[in-house]
């Protein structure tokens, strides 16, 4: 069963995500967590080990002004240059963690001002204890790294930018 920090923790990452719907099972409880327009978290807890008495908590927070500050944005961390017609954008194939290296005390694979080919591996982006390489398709000039290493992105984010 989860700690109740751990759930607050789990409820502040899902209201500040581009996620509607989550859903978790392990050890015979589960947890389901849905948003709507208004920004309400339904939070459903129920453990087969215990007697069925499942536990609700409802949050409405006004669409006017948000619950918190968010810590780290999920936006683009420079500004992006103007959009030139001649960039490509690589973007991220899955929802994960982004990483710049293959591990914390190695180098980047890519810096801004490297040359990049098709088939070189720019970046990593770990979904579910799985560290997918991801390849610039496109040969080129990185121009602007968009995302910071640790930081979760979403399906089709630019990460980086590419003079073709």
Do not use: W
């Not at 500050?69 to 991220?92: C, F, G, T």
């Not at 080919?117 to 602007?144: P, Q, R, Y």
Request: negative net charge.
């Amino acid at each position: 069963m989860l700690k109740i920090q751990e759930l607050r923790e789990l409820i502040k990452l899902v209201d500040h995500s581009n996620i509607d719907e989550f859903s978790f099972e392990s050890e015979g409880s589960k947890i389901k967590m849905k948003k709507n327009k208004e920004t309400t978290i339904q939070t459903v807890v129920e453990n087969q080990a215990q007697p069925a008495v499942p536990v609700v908590t409802e949050v409405v927070q006004p669409t006017a002004q948000p619950a918190q500050p968010q810590a780290k944005p999920a936006e683009p961390v420079a500004a992006a240059p103007s959009v030139d017609e001649n960039l490509h954008k690589i973007v991220s194939p899955m929802v994960g963690t982004f990483y710049a290296s293959p591990s914390p005390d190695a180098d980047v694979y890519v810096q801004k001002g490297d040359k990049v080919k098709e088939d070189s591996v720019v970046c990593i982006v770990e979904a579910m204890k799985l560290f997918n390489e991801i390849e610039a398709e496109v040969t080129g000039e990185i121009v602007e790294i968009l995302v910071e290493n640790g930081q979760l992105v979403e399906y089709g984010q630019p990460l980086f930018l590419v003079k073709a």
